[in-house]
């Protein structure tokens, strides 16, 4: 599982097995000392959505984050811990290049500005440090398609979250090499995208 948690309070993550995504979240929190609670939020599922409430639970700064909500009449167990990768001093310019995987690829300024095609669809926007001037290693993804009839609608915007992350080189226990993860959705939640790209 990979999770995002903004200054804001906007909580997402990204669920799977291996290198298959089973579900996501996104959510808002509210904290208190070493606690949350959900305001509100939703899980998908496949092609299904279902809302999320009765959230609550505690977390340690830069540790853990535990608790569960309620969606689709199931309770949901959080069980997060604080990756290293969070720890990396990043700027700007970090995820300045070009990132790819698959029928993905984009390509990202020194400002943050990128275009590319997400999965066959052309697709402009912006991949920015979420506090700015800070080395935290959060970024806000925001997005639009440029390519008529495709999943992500020209005209739509599409906002979420993006962190660079390590993936081991093959073969290798020692090396590994810089990648970033996204999820991000509509405004309307009507359309859920993710992945993870590596640096080319």
């Known amino acids: 599982m990979t999770a995002f948690l903004d200054p804001a309070g906007n909580l997402s993550y990204i669920n799977g097995?291996?290198?298959f995504v089973t579900g996501t979240f996104f959510g808002t929190i509210s904290t208190t000392a070493?606690?949350?609670?959900?305001?509100?939020?939703?899980e998908t599922f496949s092609s299904l959505s279902y809302t999320a409430s009765l959230g609550s639970g505690t977390f340690a700064a830069n540790r853990t984050f535990t608790?569960?909500?309620?969606a689709n009449s199931q309770v949901v167990n959080l069980a997060?811990?604080?990756?290293p990768a969070n720890a990396l001093a990043v700027t700007q310019s970090s995820v300045?290049?070009?990132w790819a995987q698959g029928?993905?690829?984009?390509?990202v300024d020194n400002a943050?500005?990128?275009t590319g095609t997400l999965q066959g669809c052309g697709v402009t926007g912006t991949l920015t440090l979420t506090t700015p001037g800070s080395s935290k290693n959060l970024y806000t993804v925001s997005l639009t398609g440029t390519t008529a009839g495709c999943s992500l609608r020209p005209g739509t915007t599409y906002t979420g979250s993006s962190a660079i992350t390590f993936l081991p080189v093959s073969g290798s226990t020692t090396l590994y090499k810089r990648s970033i993860v996204y999820l991000f959705k509509a405004a309307d939640n009507s359309?859920?995208?993710?992945?993870?790209l590596t640096k080319q």
């Open 17 to 19: 097995l291996f290198s």
């Open 34 to 42: 070493s606690s949350w609670s959900l305001l509100n939020g939703f």
């Open 67 to 70: 608790g569960s909500y309620t």
């Open 80 to 83: 997060l811990n604080y990756d």
């Open 96 to 98: 300045a290049g070009t």
């Open 103 to 107: 029928q993905t690829t984009i390509t």
């Open 112 to 114: 943050g500005a990128f």
């Open 191 to 196: 359309l859920v995208g993710y992945g993870q």
